[in-house]
């Protein structure tokens, strides 16, 4: 019997160990910067949809929505929150981090009110009173300001405050914003002001837009509301690296038992699988959910599975007589067409649930789906090297590595 | 062996689908109108879930009497775990499902029980789903599965000969009944998840399916038809390893996800669908082994009896 080729195992011991520390580099990473979805990450889900709005205003009435409520949100100090439009007449609010369910519905839910308070905080009009507000340049100096137009009522009363606070200053709150405090250096009649001091005209179409839905209220209501806290997210997520580790390690136990020494390899490429999918995931920016972490663990589960059938019809050649690296390459081919043939059935679950679902199970949708692809690659691909190198090195040289007793 | 006890297994699985069919009929008719007898939960039917650390022992039935007082005698209460500040785990939780309230309603009672656990108390999860985003999901759910299906029995069908593709739709068809009579009969609680996991039961009971007979039509070449019930024997056998190894692996994984989760949050709620899938990959494998290629065996053996009156 030949001697083992040193030099072949040479190259398979540093194949192992890059793909076992690029897993753990892998792993570092997926840690802190995979996207945790809320019921991970904990956080706030609304949604909201518009009741009673005019016929033909719901898309301009919607829009001034997001804008507000993002213009609100924003107070709260959340990161990253997310505020969209969902079809005709729905707009969803996700704040990843944030607990306080009470302000965030509160905040979100008020209407936004403009008024006018004088020097002595007396109130002296209000955005009921405000017909139109348009972004426009200041004529003179090219500054972005903000033109107000009153109704008559409102007129009158703003009449009468810059009579009363001549060369005084006259605050004009948003909620609880201070926008603008000018000096009043003449009495306006004619009903119309104009909002000073803004930096840029984005932001002045935007401050025109919230004044005129706030002088025009849409109804929101609650559709639907998640909340999950965040200690019982971190639990979720701690349970799921629990369980898929006690997975992982029952699986590789199992491989070693069953498949001896090439179990070791096919648990290394494994390992090398469960970094790929998190990594994969990881750079697409997908969200992981208490689905997807299910449908991950599950994975660990199915991706032992193409490795089983090429074993399996590995050890079937070898019985019939055929040399190590013969069995390895038929064993290959032949289970090829099945373990495609196989797959693409649960890759249609997986687009159809990507295409059909929302939150959570869309997560699943997206692991399930990359599972499928990856162990497909370790399978296909990477464990059928290292065995093909185990084997040119004669470091397995019989069925014994594979479990298999020959006659 | 396998198909000699072919008819077994096939009385087995008739006597089965007939009682998951029975359980559904009856939940459908007395328990839950109109729900395919299924026990539907908050995301399906709209509903409030709300889950509140209460931060020291206490007792159902005070729960049941805060609930009363604000009208919701039909509300479920469970005791969870909660992580106190140290890490440690007590059962100073509590999970309260309620029909579908709206935001004040769920304010009052929130305050009922901050009132009677003052500061401690306060929500750690709160789901709201309203009736007609219900309604959305379950009708997303049921075009979800129909598309899933059509595009698989698709796939089998123009992958595979008529009656192996016959086989494998009965048997992901037998899944689907015995998991849905299952959770009819239990009437555990089907969230959104559920369909996630249902999909991945049929995809798992068709991929089981294919292996076998891929395994068949490889070695049924070149074969009489005298020996078809040796070579679907033997492409069983062949597979059975296989099989059962995937599928152990597979409930390996799941079943630490479920301890898991039982240990740590002292309620199956989140991960009913975990459930669904191991009873799915049991119920698959099964199906996979002693129905889809028996049942081919039994379809060809029918038509090769056609073919010979025929003639």
């Known amino acids: 019997m030949k001697k083992p080729d040193f030099k072949w195992i040479a190259v398979l011991l540093v194949i192992c160990i890059a793909m076992l520390a690029a897993a753990?580099?892998?792993?570092?990473?997926?840690?802190?910067?995979?996207?945790?979805?809320?019921?991970?990450?904990?956080?706030?889900?609304?949604?909201?949809?518009?009741v009673d709005i005019e016929e033909g205003r719901e898309d301009e009435a919607l829009e001034q929505a997001v804008t507000i409520i993002q213009h609100r949100i924003d107070e709260l100090g959340v990161v990253e929150p997310v505020i969209q439009r969902q079809g005709d007449r729905r707009i969803r609010v996700e704040l990843p981090g944030y607990e306080d369910e009470r302000t965030a519905r509160e905040v979100i839910g008020r209407t936004a009110?403009?008024?006018?308070?004088?020097?002595?905080?007396?109130?002296?009009?209000?955005?009921?009173?405000?017909?139109?507000?348009?972004?426009?340049?200041?004529?003179?100096?090219?500054?972005p300001l903000v033109n107000l137009e009153f109704d008559a009522e409102g007129a009158q009363l703003f009449e009468e405050a810059t009579a009363r606070y001549l060369n005084e200053?006259?605050?004009?709150?948003?909620?609880?914003?201070?926008?603008?405090?000018?000096?009043?250096?003449?009495?306006?009649?004619?009903?119309?002001?104009?909002?000073?001091?803004?930096?840029?005209?984005?932001?002045?179409?935007?401050?025109?837009?919230?004044?005129?839905?706030?002088?025009?209220?849409?109804?929101?209501?609650?559709?639907?509301?998640?909340?999950?806290?965040?200690?019982?997210?971190?639990?979720?997520?701690?349970?799921?690296?629990?369980?898929?580790?006690?997975?992982?390690?029952?699986?590789?136990?199992?491989?070693?038992?069953?498949?001896?020494?090439?179990?070791?390899?096919?648990?290394?490429?494994?390992?090398?699988?469960?970094?790929?999918?998190?990594?994969v995931l990881t750079g697409l920016n997908a969200t992981l959910t208490l689905p997807g972490i299910a449908g991950f663990i599950l994975s660990i589960g199915m991706a032992v599975d193409a490795n089983v059938i090429i074993f399996e019809r590995v050890k079937e050649e070898l019985r019939d007589k055929k040399t190590m690296l013969a069995s390895l390459e038929s064993g290959y081919n032949n289970a090829l067409s099945t373990i495609l043939d196989a797959n693409v059935t649960t890759?249609?679950?997986?687009?159809?649930?990507?295409?059909?679902?929302?939150?959570?199970?869309?997560?699943?949708?997206?692991?399930?789906?990359?599972?499928?692809?990856?162990?497909?690659?370790?399978?296909?691909?990477?464990?059928?090297?290292?065995?093909?190198?185990?084997?040119?090195?004669?470091?397995?040289?019989?069925?014994?590595?594979?479990?298999?007793?020959?006659? | 062996m396998i198909i000699q006890h072919r008819k077994k297994a096939f009385i087995i699985s008739g006597v089965l689908i007939l009682a998951a069919l029975f359980s559904m009929a009856y939940h459908m008719v007395v328990t839950h109108p109109g729900s395919l007898g299924l026990n539907l939960g908050e995301d399906f039917v709209g509903g409030t879930v709300l889950e509140m650390n209460l931060g020291e022992e206490f007792e159902v039935d005070e729960v049941r009497e805060i609930l009363q007082a604000h009208g919701q005698e039909g509300a479920s209460v469970q005791r969870v775990m909660v992580e106190e500040d140290d890490g440690e785990l007590v059962d100073e939780g509590v999970l309260i499902k309620t029909g579908i309230m709206g935001e004040d309603a769920r304010d009052d009672l929130v305050d009922s029980f901050r009132e009677r656990w003052e500061v401690p108390a306060e929500e750690t999860r709160i789901e709201s789903v309203g009736a007609a985003v219900g309604a959305e999901q379950r009708r997303t759910a049921i075009i979800a599965v129909a598309v899933a299906l059509v595009g698989m029995v698709a796939y089998i069908t123009f992958r595979f000969e008529f009656n192996f593709a016959i086989a494998a739709i009965a048997a992901l068809v037998h899944d689907v009944l015995i998991v849905l009579g299952i959770f009819s009969l239990l009437q555990l609680e089907l969230n959104e998840p559920?369909?996630?996991?249902?999909?991945?039961?049929?995809?798992?009971?068709?991929?089981?399916?294919?292996?076998?007979?891929?395994?068949?039509?490889?070695?049924?070449?070149?074969?009489?038809?005298?020996?078809?019930?040796?070579?679907?024997?033997?492409?069983?056998?062949?597979?059975?390893?296989?099989?059962?190894?995937?599928?152990?692996?597979?409930?390996?994984?799941?079943?630490?996800?479920?301890?898991?989760?039982?240990?740590?949050v002292g309620s199956f709620d989140l991960i009913v669908f975990v459930i669904a899938m191991i009873i799915g990959v049991i119920v698959g494998t099964y199906s996979s082994i002693f129905i889809a290629s028996p049942l081919w065996l039994t379809l060809k053996e029918r038509q090769f009896r056609k073919a010979a009156q025929g003639q």
């Open chain 1, 24 to 50: 753990y580099g892998i792993f570092q990473y997926a840690d802190r910067n995979i996207n945790r979805g809320l019921d991970i990450a904990g956080g706030i889900y609304i949604l909201l949809e518009a």
């Open chain 1, 113 to 143: 009110m403009l008024s006018f308070m004088g020097p002595d905080e007396e109130e002296v009009l209000t955005g009921e009173h405000l017909e139109d507000a348009r972004a426009q340049r200041n004529p003179r100096d090219g500054q």
């Open chain 1, 169 to 279: 200053v006259i605050f004009i709150y948003l909620d609880d914003e201070v926008l603008s405090a000018p000096v009043v250096q003449e009495v306006i009649d004619g009903g119309q002001a104009q909002i000073h001091g803004i930096e840029s005209m984005d932001e002045a179409s935007e401050l025109a837009t919230m004044l005129r839905s706030g002088a025009l209220p849409v109804d929101l209501e609650e559709q639907e509301f998640r909340m999950v806290g965040p200690t019982l997210g971190e639990r979720t997520e701690d349970i799921g690296i629990w369980a898929a580790g006690i997975g992982f390690l029952a699986v590789i136990l199992f491989l070693v038992i069953y498949y001896r020494a090439v179990g070791v390899l096919a648990g290394v490429s494994l390992l090398f699988y469960l970094a790929l999918v998190l990594g």
């Open chain 1, 347 to 407: 890759l249609i679950a997986a687009i159809v649930l990507f295409a059909l679902a929302t939150g959570p199970v869309r997560g699943f949708a997206v692991t399930l789906f990359l599972g499928i692809v990856c162990s497909l690659i370790t399978s296909l691909l990477i464990t059928r090297l290292l065995l093909r190198l185990a084997f040119r090195s004669r470091l397995m040289r019989s069925g014994n590595s594979l479990g298999v007793k020959l006659s």
């Open chain 2, 194 to 264: 559920f369909v996630a996991a249902l999909l991945t039961i049929v995809g798992y009971s068709v991929n089981d399916s294919i292996v076998i007979i891929d395994r068949i039509r490889e070695n049924i070449r070149y074969r009489s038809k005298k020996e078809y019930p040796e070579v679907v024997n033997h492409s069983i056998m062949q597979n059975l390893t296989r099989s059962i190894n995937t599928s152990f692996t597979t409930l390996l994984v799941l079943a630490a996800l479920m301890v898991g989760f039982y240990v740590y």
